[in-house]
C-alpha cells in the first residue's frame, strides 16, 4: 500500500498496487499520480528523494505516534493552560515588551511565527522520519509524516506519523516505551530576519563566500544582545522532514502519544544500555533486508561472551 495525499493535503486517500496495477480507491489510475501530489512537489536534493517514500505494506508492521513537531514563537502561554497571539508586526515592533514573555525562539535560535506556521505546516505531509537528523540518504528513513495539522488552540504543528517497526524493531520498541520522547523537524528557509535590527538574509553559503547575515546572527545567535534574544525570523519555510531524537532545540516539541497504547509512560528512566556512547538507534540495520538481518545478528553473536 502507497501512501499519497489528495489536493487537500490529508491521508484519507490511498493507492495500493496489486500485480502492478495501481488502485486509487476502486478505480485504476497512472503511477504519476504520485508525482502530482501537491505536497510531495520536488523543492530541492532532499525532497527529490524524500518524495520517493512509500510505505505501509501492512499496518501491523508500524507505530503510529501524534508528536508536537514545532512551535509558534509570537504568543504568551498563561497559566490557566491557554495562549494569547501576538501579531508578528506587533511583535517586532515592540520586541523589547514581548521578547521574554512570548515563547520565542528554540535553543538553536530558530523563531517560527503563528502566521509561517499557518501557512507552511502542510509541507510537512509525505515527507520522511529519520533519526537524529540522519536524513541524506532516503533509505535510512525510518517512517513517513502521514499528516499534519496547525493546532490553533496551542499554536503549533502536531504530526502524525507512521514509524517502520518492522524494518526498525528497536528504535520503534524504545518509542512505544517511552525511551525516547524528543522530536525535532528539518526545513529549508527563504529568508531569515534578525530579531535586533531586522537585518534580512537570503544567501548563507560561507564557502563560496556568500553570506549576508549580520553581526548579530553570525556572533550571537541563541543568545543575548544588550539584553535581548537573538534569533532569526525564518520565512518562506518548506519543511522536509522530522527526526527522533535524544535531547530537540524545541523542548515542546514532543511525542504526545504511541496510538493504540494509552498506557501513562511518565517517570520512566532511560536504560544504562541506551545511554552507551555508540548510539545503537543509529546503527540499527534495516530488518526489512536479508543483508540487514543477517548483519543484526552477527553483530549480537559477536557481543557474546563466548564469541
Known sequence: MIIINNTEGRIEDYVESNDGV?????????????KDSPTLNKVGKKIAT?????LVPKEKDFLYIRNRAVSAGNVIEKEDGTCDLVPIEEFHNNFGKYAFICRGANDNGDFFSHE???KKYKTFIGKAVFY?????????????????????NGYYVELFEAIDAKAYPQLATAVKNGHLTDTSMGCYI??????I????SKEVNPEEGMDDRCEHIKRYKGLTYNGL????DNRDVVFFEDSIVGTGADSQ???????ASKKNQSGIILPQYYQKKNDVFAKEQNQRTFQGRVHNLENKFSELPWS
Open 132 to 152: 537524529e537528523h540522519d536524513d541524506d540518504n532516503i533509505n535510512k528513513a525510518r517512517g513517513i509524516i502521514l499528516d499534519s495539522i496547525y493546532n490553533t
Open 22 to 34: 495501481v488502485l486509487f480507491g476502486n478505480k485504476k489510475v497512472d503511477i504519476n499520480v504520485l
Open 253 to 259: 516539541a514532543k511525542i504526545m502519544e504511541r496510538v
Open 50 to 54: 524524500a518524495k520517493l517514500v512509500k
Open 229 to 232: 534574544p537573538v534569533f532569526e
Open 116 to 118: 509561517e506556521l499557518e
Open 190 to 195: 527563504g529568508k531569515a530576519i534578525c530579531s
Open 197 to 200: 535590527c531586522g537585518n534580512v
